[in-house]
């Protein structure tokens, strides 16, 4: 069986198929799974062994229909749902499986606070829709593979494994990212070795603002220097990942590092939280407030202008949680 799993982006959502892409190889016999993505999120399913080929979303939906189609696939799984990959299945004609995006259940949650929505993870519902196939989840969690290339050594950083504690400064909206004041209020009560991880000029901009506020010797900027791959070479081998609601919070599910998640204004019922099977590990922070969640993604400024859903954070509670002070 030729199978093609879609997920087109972005980092946390690709980890979050992995599940299904170790499951679908390893339990349907002799499967031939392929993986369509967009090129820029390549290197987390290119060191996939489950993955036997990585296909790559193009512009041009016709050449790459025509690709597709040559395939013969005898399965296609989309895990994107949208009108993109729609188009794209019934180019393909044959047999699909999907999954339920809950998107009316969601619009619910975040225009009348209604929370109707499954105390499900967004990969339960995954395996739901694989219920037909007798693929069944096998509750090992999610994977992170490194490429063999991967020449990081902690020590050209003077970093000891679990003795510093990495934060994830940015996120793909303003909204899900935790603030200049709370990251520096956070390293003052930790008290030890923090390193900075994040990407883009933005993250980079808002480092050299945490730098200028703290002593050189306590905080080691990695912004904007390493490669994803690096990125979670440093979460897994940190004592903790403090994080808001972004990607390498997903990565790091992979690890055994603890994660302390602070919730801006998305809601962790929507389904997309830290995912492992045992999660003693997994800190939720969350402010409770009556206009929480605003949004289902994200946005670029608070629609009510305090976002106290990130400014509330009991910085207190997320320091004692952490592994690196016990």
């Known amino acids: 069986m030729k199978v093609l799993i879609i997920r087109l982006s972005s980092i946390g959502d690709i980890v979050l198929t992995t599940p299904v892409i170790r499951c679908v190889k390893k339990q349907l016999g002799s499967a031939e799974v392929h993986?369509?993505?967009?090129?820029?999120?390549?290197?987390?399913?290119a060191h996939n062994p489950y993955v036997d080929q990585?296909?790559?979303?193009?512009?041009?939906?016709?050449?790459?229909?025509?690709?597709?189609?040559?395939?013969?696939?005898?399965?296609?799984i989309d895990l994107h749902k949208n009108v993109r990959t729609r188009l794209l299945k019934n180019t393909l004609k044959t047999?699909?499986?999907?999954?339920?995006?809950?998107?009316?259940?969601?619009?619910?949650?975040v225009q009348f606070k209604w929370n109707l929505l499954p105390p499900l993870h967004i990969i339960d519902r995954y395996f739901e829709a694989l219920k037909s196939l007798a693929v069944v989840d096998d509750k090992k969690g999610v994977d992170y593979f490194f490429p063999d290339s991967l020449s990081l050594q902690l020590s050209?950083?003077?970093?000891?494994?679990?003795?510093?504690?990495?934060?994830?400064?940015?996120?793909?909206y303003f909204t899900k990212q935790i603030p200049l004041n709370?990251?520096?209020?956070?390293?003052?009560?930790?008290?030890?070795?923090?390193v900075l991880l994040g990407g883009g000029d933005a993250d980079e901009a808002k480092a050299k603002e945490i730098m200028d506020?703290?002593?050189?010797?306590?905080?080691?900027?990695?912004?904007?220097?390493?490669?994803?791959?690096?990125?979670?070479?440093?979460?897994?081998?940190?004592?903790?990942?403090?994080?808001g609601d972004t990607g390498l919070m997903h990565i790091a599910s992979a690890f055994e590092t603890p994660i302390h998640c602070l919730w801006g204004n998305t809601h962790?019922?929507?389904?997309?939280?830290?995912?492992?099977?045992?999660?003693?590990?997994?800190?939720n922070h969350q402010v409770d407030l009556k206009c929480n969640p605003c949004s289902k993604l994200g946005s670029n400024s608070c629609p009510r202008g305090h976002f106290k859903c990130m400014q509330k954070q009991n910085v207190e509670q997320v320091v004692k949680n952490c592994q690196v002070l016990h």
């Open 182 to 194: 709370v990251i520096l209020d956070t390293i003052k009560h930790l008290g030890g070795t923090v």
């Open 54 to 76: 990585v296909k790559y979303w193009n512009k041009d939906t016709r050449a790459l229909c025509t690709e597709l189609v040559l395939e013969n696939y005898d399965l296609v």
């Open 156 to 172: 050209d950083y003077n970093l000891v494994p679990k003795s510093y504690v990495a934060i994830a400064i940015g996120g793909t």
């Open 35 to 45: 993986f369509l993505t967009k090129k820029s999120f390549s290197s987390l399913v």
């Open 95 to 109: 047999k699909w499986i999907s999954f339920n995006k809950l998107n009316i259940q969601k619009w619910l949650f």
């Open 213 to 243: 506020n703290m002593l050189p010797n306590s905080v080691l900027n990695l912004c904007n220097k390493l490669t994803l791959d690096e990125s979670a070479f440093v979460i897994k081998n940190a004592s903790d990942l403090i994080t």
């Open 268 to 283: 962790p019922s929507f389904g997309m939280y830290a995912y492992r099977v045992q999660t003693q590990t997994i800190f």
